[in-house]
């Protein structure tokens, strides 16, 4: 599959959610402190990101 979400730790602890396409990162979350947070931006992603408009500046 070449879409997906890695989550990853940073050097300062902190774990990030990227969405990456073939090995391209075309996202990031910010950093959360826990797995667990990261994880629960993904699934808002995935629930609310399909709905969200498109709007051009």
């Known amino acids: 599959m070449a879409h997906k979400f890695v989550i990853s730790k940073t050097k300062s602890g902190e774990y990030k959610a990227a969405f990456k396409y073939n090995s391209e990162t075309i996202f990031w979350t910010e950093g959360y402190s ?24």
């Not at 826990?34 to 969200?52: H, L, R, T």
């Open 34 to 57: 826990s797995k667990a947070g990261a994880k629960n931006a993904i699934e808002s992603i995935q629930k609310n990101g399909p709905a969200a408009p498109v709007e051009e500046e």
